[in-house]
């Protein structure tokens, strides 16, 4: 383990989970969520925290390394007063400012390839396109991926942003025609954020989050590129190789 603490935020969530199995003990890890986490293992701590309060989640910042900002409302439905306001663009906000006045050293961002699906029908997507999301959701994360500029580019905080994928891809189990083209897997995904803790050099980015699919729908040269990362799972591999 080493000596870094993560700060995750919405950590009871699925992205949350999946960084909790797959990461072990790799870090300290300091799990901030308005929910209750149980069952803690040694290397963890939870910090109940809403991040519509900025001075709880300054608390929460405090000391830590990184922060994984995954706390947001997901899915199409999401109305904006009731739902988005308060937790995807006051949350968002909360979480640059409090990483950066706590002296963080980096932020990553779960932004979403929603920020892109209005090109969905046009084949692979460029990384460097403008923005075009069909649903509020997707525009609440273009809001952070902007944040994410502002903060790096005026006040020094490096961010990635990283584009992530439907995470229910899994190499062994059966394939719909979405996650063909756009899913990525457990194990791709924690290894790409931990990519994304450890790389040096980044300012400010933005970045696709993807297993390796023959007809994906983002580009992964750009994540390779900078972060190094290569997927293990995807379309591209032989069903029935595994998720370990």
Known sequence: M???TILITGAAGLFGNILRTYWGARYRLRLADIR???NLASHEEYIETDIVDYGQLLSACEGAHTVVHLAAYP???A?????LLNLNIIGAYNAFEAARAAGCRRLVFASSIDVVKGYWDEGEIPLDVPVYPTNLYGASKCWGEALARVSAGQYGLSCICVRLCNPHFDQA???????????????DAASLLALCVEADGIDFAVVNGISDHRHGRLNLEETRRLLGFEPEDGTSFPRGTGIS
Do not use: V
């Open 2 to 4: 080493t000596d870094k």
């Open 36 to 38: 209750p986490i149980e």
């Open 75 to 77: 899915g199409d439905g």
């Open 79 to 83: 109305t904006f007063y009731d739902t």
């Open 173 to 187: 189990g059966s394939w719909d025609a979405e996650e063909f083209i756009s899913g990525i897997s457990p194990r």
